[in-house]
Every structure is written in structure tokens, then in C-alpha cells.
């Protein structure tokens, strides 16, 4: 393909994508492969994109995330959270302490509490229903985001239950939304390698979808910068946009830059160091262009920095995320970011770029200051 070819084909998909056409799997695969002026083009066009479908405000949530124990009997390549029970690093914190740090949480204004945790060996469905319970019953008017379709999956194995009477039994306990994580990326091929152990690709679809359908919004995620090809990430957002299409359950896309340093599957030289900056920009970019009908897309400013989260806003993105108050597992991966911003580091973040800061709860309604 020569260059006016090329050039010619990425204005066209542009065009297209600009005035509301859906692109296809093979023009979001086109536009990853950019370079050069191309790339510009295509991160202008879905920040104007981003602008028509939700505006300039830039929000974000105060909440706080709760890693209740890193003890997991996973082994998942990307992770270094987890941790065997006989580590000296391993943890559980008992279901009181998960409820102060709650307290804790609301009363300095959080109005959400993330709550994911390793696979530990003793914890089952009651287990997870219990600590929804307690937190409820202390903090009746926090949101809690909590479980992922791996932690769900597992609880309901462990009771030898379906996910469908898991999911009932966790939102009568006080579920309000869960994270799409454990989705990484969703193509079995890449999970044998990446995380083996873990719920397949139908799996963690069906646990989505089973909760949208019963009431439980949830966000979605894509973990990229390892092994995966640029065509397993245009099949995982094909896999996003048409669950959106059945359900409209998704609150916002997460795209998950891989943090590599302290990786099992970095460290045995399988993975790649990570994203490279052009990647990174243009997941947000494809992201914002494909993605028609999943309004939010979220930059994780753990993950990217918080300079090169701000250049995200720029290419798509429209939130920031949480404050989160404590975060471990990208830390352990060997991430720098911190563990808490402020409001403030926020609103200097989103005002520098001549947007407007806009605090929402968990499902992106808008909250007064
Ligand atoms: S990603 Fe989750 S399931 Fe996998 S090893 Fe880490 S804590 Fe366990």
C-alpha cells in the first residue's frame, strides 16, 4: 500500500467516524497502525468526537479502593499483588477493618468504595456477602463498586452455585456496580498465556451480561502493552460494543496500560516492556472512535502518570478516575503514580487544559462540591 493510499484511507475512516457512521473492526485495526501526521489526525478527531458526545467537563469521583487480601491462588503472568499464604507480604483484613476504613472513606467525603481482592483459599460467596453486609449496614448511602467477574465466578464455584444466584445473593448484600476487570484481554488464545487460571472469555461474558440484566451496572476494562496483537485488541472492543449493544450496562471503557517491571510474564521475557506513548494514545483514540455507544472513557492516572494522563484527556478520554485514597496494585507492578490524588490535583489537572472538572458518583450522575 503506498502512502497516498494509506493517508487517503485513514481521512476516509476519520470522515466516516466524524459524522456518526460506525467504523468496522478493520478500520479501527487501520488506525492503530498509524504514524507520523496520521497520528495527529486521529487523536484530533476523537478528541472533536469526544467533545460532540459528552462535552468538555472532565469528571471524577472521590472513592476510596480496598484491597481486602493480596493472598490469591491465582497466577495470573501480569501480576504482582498476588501472594501465596505463607508470604511474609500476605494479608487479610478482617471484615471490621474493611468497615472502618469505609467510615473512614465517608466521612471525608467519599461516596464510593472499590472493593477487589485476591482469589484467597478460604474466602467463598458467604465471604464476599458478608463484608457487602457489614459495609452496608455502616455506610448505608456509599456506593459500593465491588467484585470482578473472576471474584464472582469463584465465589459462586466455591458454593457450588450458578453466577446468576451468586450475583442475586451479592446485590441483595449491598452490590451496587462492579468493575469489568479480569477481562484483560478477551481472547483465549492471549488469556492461556497471560492468565491461564482464569474464567475464559465466555465466562467473564456471561457474568456481565447475567449483571446488567439484573440491575448491576459495570465499567469495562482492556489490559494492553504485553503480548497481545493490535487484531486482539480490535476483537476485544468488538466484544464490548456488542455486549453495549444488548445491554447498555457499561458505565465507561478503562483502558489498563501494562505496568511491567515486577511481572512474572515481563521477568521470563514473554511480554513487551509495556505500551509504547503512541499505543497508549491511540487505545484512548480507537477507544473514543469505536466505541459509539459507551459514552465514558476513563484514562488511569495510576497507571499513565499523571502528565501523560492529562495528554489522554486530549485523545478521547473525559474522566479521571477516583481519588482512591490507597492503591496497591499497580504499585506492585512497579507503577509510580501514588496511591491518592486530591480533588485539587484533579481540578488543576482538568483546568489547565481549559476543561471543566466535574465530580460524579459511580454512575457518572453529578455531584455538588
Ligand atoms: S490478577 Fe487477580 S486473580 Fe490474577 S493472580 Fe492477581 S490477584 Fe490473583
Redo the contacts with the bound molecule.
Keep these: 500500500m503506498n502512502e497516498n493510499v494509506k493517508a487517503s484511507a485513514v481521512s476516509d475512516i476519520l470522515g466516516h467516524a466524524q459524522s456518526g457512521n460506525r467504523i468496522d473492526e478493520n478500520e479501527a485495526l487501520r488506525l492503530l497502525n498509524v504514524r507520523g501526521s496520521d497520528f495527529h489526525k486521529v487523536l484530533a478527531v476523537a478528541d472533536t468526537v469526544r467533545q460532540e458526545r459528552v462535552g468538555d467537563d472532565v469528571s471524577y469521583v472521590i472513592n476510596r479502593n480496598i484491597n481486602f487480601t493480596n493472598i490469591?491462588i491465582?497466577?495470573?503472568g501480569?501480576?504482582a499483588?498476588?501472594v501465596r499464604q505463607d508470604d511474609p507480604e500476605a494479608y487479610f483484613l478482617p471484615v471490621d477493618e474493611v468497615v472502618k476504613r469505609a467510615i473512614e472513606a465517608r466521612q471525608i467525603g467519599a461516596t464510593e468504595i472499590g472493593l477487589f481482592?485476591?482469589?484467597h483459599p478460604a474466602v467463598d460467596g458467604n465471604t464476599y456477602v458478608e463484608i457487602l453486609q457489614a459495609v452496608k449496614a455502616a455506610v448505608p448511602d456509599i456506593h459500593i463498586h465491588a467484585l470482578s467477574p473472576?471474584e464472582v465466578a469463584y465465589g459462586a464455584d466455591k458454593l457450588g452455585i450458578s453466577y446468576v444466584d451468586m450475583l442475586k445473593m451479592l446485590k441483595r448484600a449491598g452490590l451496587d456496580s462492579m468493575p469489568g476487570t479480569?477481562a484483560e484481554i478477551l481472547v483465549d488464545d492471549v488469556r492461556k498465556t497471560l492468565?491461564p487460571q482464569?474464567i475464559d472469555t465466555q465466562t467473564w461474558t456471561d457474568i456481565i451480561v447475567s449483571a446488567h440484566r439484573f440491575g448491576i451496572p459495570t465499567t469495562c476494562t482492556m489490559m494492553y502493552g504485553h503480548i497481545e496483537s493490535y487484531e486482539d485488541v480490535v476483537n476485544h472492543l468488538k466484544l464490548l460494543r456488542t455486549v453495549q449493544d444488548e445491554t447498555g450496562g457499561f458505565t465507561e471503557f478503562v483502558p489498563l496500560t501494562f505496568i511491567h517491571y515486577n511481572t512474572p510474564i515481563f521477568r521470563a521475557g514473554i511480554a513487551r516492556p509495556g505500551a509504547t506513548g503512541r499505543e497508549d494514545l491511540l487505545i484512548y483514540a480507537v477507544g473514543r472512535l469505536y466505541l459509539d455507544n459507551i459514552p465514558n472513557i476513563q484514562v488511569s492516572w495510576v497507571k499513565l502518570g499523571t502528565k501523560f494522563a492529562q495528554i489522554a484527556l486530549m485523545c478521547g478520554a473525559n474522566d479521571l478516575g477516583g481519588t482512591l485514597m490507597e492503591e496497591n496494585i499497580t504499585r506492585s507492578a512497579g507503577g509510580t503514580a501514588g496511591q491518592s490524588l486530591t480533588p485539587n490535583d484533579f481540578i488543576r489537572l482538568i483546568t489547565d487544559l481549559g476543561r471543566i472538572p466535574r465530580v460524579r458518583d459511580t454512575l457518572y450522575r453529578t455531584l455538588s462540591c
Design positions: 490469591c491465582g497466577s495470573c501480569f501480576c499483588f498476588s481482592s485476591g482469589l473472576a479480569a492468565c482464569k
